[in-house]
């Protein structure tokens, strides 16, 4: 469930385009508009602002904002599809690989298409040639066989092919001295959501140990990440983003892991708030409160300041 505060009453997005237009320096004006509109009425705003004053709203916004607000408002301003694309050019090219490594695999192959049309529009260069230039080794075979068709969607599933993936899994971890990690590729790349999510129960039936174990024992780091990320996707994918609590992947641990310590986090905190505030973040914030004994909003105010707080806890909405 959404957590975002969209006013009963709205005025019109040109209304809004005319408001952002002449705000100045009020980032006040900025939050109290563009934090309480959803993505459909975030881009008929951008759309009659382009129509009446021919400059990119984006572009007006980065000149006037900076810091952490600049980046939470920015990426909050994409569509769904174009946000994972700044995400995992950001992930790819600073290193810090897990945030491109989780989008990558926990989307579904249409989403991957619009993703990989974006990127190509948005920064002239394709998706798998960042994907070759910035990882490497089994990590690299993943993304790259992950992003590339054929995909397949459909929700059918032949018992027999699904038997076949679980015998030819054992043999390729379990059964063996070492990992045949091409097949653990082929089949988690290849196969349907639906397909993967019969093969795990069938795996731990046939050869008594759950697959998840496998893959931590088989493989480790961002191949060993994204190979779960997928599996637990194809199981349940909106207890992946809000309930799982498997550490480290669940996302309030995430959220956890991005406000403890010295410092925080903030790439990761915005991320997170912002690519899940329309999709699940109600879950998310009771997760956070059931696990920590805190509010989510309580955690996020304690950890921020000034304009950046008061952005963030806007999407957040109330603090239950």
């Not at 809004?16 to 009020?26: E, F, M, N, P, T």
């Not at 310590?261 to 409160?289: F, H, N």
């Amino acid at each position: 469930m959404s957590s975002l505060i969209v006013p009963p009453i709205l005025t019109s997005p040109r209304d809004d385009a005319i408001k952002l237009h002449g705000w100045g320096c009020d980032t006040a004006v900025v939050i109290d508009i563009l934090a309480h509109r959803d993505a459909i009425q975030r881009a008929l705003i951008q759309q009659d602002y382009r129509a009446m004053y021919s400059e990119d709203l984006c572009k007006r916004l980065s000149s006037e904002l900076s810091g952490k607000l600049e980046m939470a408002v920015l990426l909050w301003m994409h569509d769904p599809a174009g946000r994972d694309a700044v995400v995992m050019r950001n992930s790819l090219t600073t290193g810090s690989l897990k945030a491109a490594t989780e989008v990558i695999c926990s989307r579904t192959p249409s989403q991957i298409q619009l993703i990989r049309q974006h990127y190509h529009s948005k920064f002239g260069v394709h998706l798998e040639d960042d994907i070759k230039r910035h990882t490497s080794g089994d990590h690299e075979k993943l993304l790259l066989a992950y992003v590339s068709p054929p995909w397949n969607e459909g929700l059918e599933v032949d018992r027999q092919m699904v038997e076949n993936d679980a015998k030819a899994l054992y043999k390729a971890g379990e059964k063996r001295l070492g990992t045949d990690e091409r097949t653990f590729i082929r089949i988690f790349c290849e196969r349907s959501r639906a397909h993967l999510a019969y093969v795990a129960p069938v795996y731990h039936s046939m050869h008594g140990n759950s697959l998840k174990k496998v893959v931590k024992k088989e493989t480790s780091g961002n191949f060993e990440y994204g190979l779960l990320t997928i599996l637990k996707c194809s199981e349940n994918p909106a207890k992946y983003f809000a309930k799982n609590d498997e550490k480290p992947d669940s996302t309030s641990q995430v959220l956890h892991n991005a406000m403890k310590g010295l410092g925080t986090d903030d790439t990761t905190l915005v991320r997170v708030i912002v690519t899940r505030t329309e999709i699940d973040m109600q879950y998310i914030k009771a997760e956070y409160s059931k696990k920590y004994k805190k509010t989510l909003t309580d955690a996020v105010h304690s950890e921020t300041s000034g304009n950046y707080r008061t952005f963030l806890l806007s999407l957040l909405g109330p603090k239950y």
